[in-house]
């Protein structure tokens, strides 16, 4: 019997943060990393129509794919539909991705604390949930970046990219206030760890960037056997993939794939 993979979903290329640290913890694990670029970016939509979509989506992933676990490496579809998925789907497990606030508040000296995320994102009950729970002693100023995300999947593919308009988008996170500074800006969306050099560089000051992609891994760890497992040879081993809901990813993104250690599905 084939080994069942490991999904790993977001709505673009962001997800190969997790995928990233995800191999280095499950280096036995075979990975189907779906990117639903048909619908970048998640955004543009509205919520009923988004979670009906990702709802969809998942009976046609889990059917063809059949995965142990899959990894919603996506802030946006996590906090708006990952209740959906597991009572749709009671039987499989999801890994979701939700804004590290937690963490945030605990490891902040100064108490002020920004949350770098997507419109959808910020406007989610489910985060403000978490900062009521977690952060209600910090100052949390909610920043939602409407470009970043696609900046992000520009510098990925070309390599480059514009240091102004990076600039223009972060700024917001910056607060000063009764002599103190925003010292942690939690990136609560999976494409902005691509853009961390980027964002240091550009910074009016220095900050801590909590990146959530190894807990999020060391998560779907968790929850699979951690039993021994024999390493096939290469021969035997089936490639990890890499599937664009579009079809026809462009040229650059699937040489990134590539880059990457994916077979592109075409």
Not at 17 to 28: G, I, K, Q, S
Not at 62 to 71: F, G, H, K, M, T
Not at 205 to 213: I, R, S, T
Request: aromatic share 8%; charged share 25%.
């Amino acid at each position: 019997m084939a080994e069942r993979p490991i999904l790993m979903f977001d709505s673009g290329v962001g997800g190969l943060t997790v995928l990233r640290e995800a191999r280095v913890l499950m280096p036995d694990r075979r990975f189907v990393y779906v990117a639903d670029d048909a619908a970048f970016p998640y955004g543009a939509w509205e919520e009923p129509a988004l979670r009906t979509h990702m709802l969809d989506l998942f009976a046609t992933l889990l059917e063809r794919y059949r995965p142990e676990i899959s990894v919603i490496a996506c802030n946006t579809a996590s906090t708006l539909v990952i209740d959906d998925l597991r009572r749709r789907f009671p039987g499989h497990p999801f890994v979701g991705t939700v804004p590290a606030i937690k963490p945030a508040a605990e490891r902040t000296r100064s108490g002020l604390v920004s949350v770098l995320a997507t419109p959808g994102t910020v406007k989610r009950q489910y985060t403000r949930d978490l900062i009521r729970q977690w952060a209600s002693k910090c100052h949390v100023r909610l920043v939602g970046s409407e470009r970043l995300a696609s900046l992000a999947e520009i510098y990925m593919r070309d390599g480059f990219v514009d240091e102004e308009q990076v600039r223009a988008e972060i700024t917001p996170c910056f607060v000063e206030q009764e002599g103190l500074r925003t010292d942690i800006v939690v990136l609560a969306c999976t494409h902005y760890p691509f853009l961390a050099n980027r964002m240091r560089k550009t910074a009016p000051w220095p900050v801590d960037w909590l990146d959530p992609a190894e807990a999020i891994a060391r998560r779907a760890l968790s929850l699979l056997d951690g039993s021994a497992r024999p390493l096939e040879s290469p021969a035997s081993a089936e490639p990890d993939i890499a599937v664009f809901t579009s079809g026809r990813p462009d040229f650059a993104t699937g040489r990134l794939m590539q880059g990457f250690g994916l077979t592109v599905l075409n």
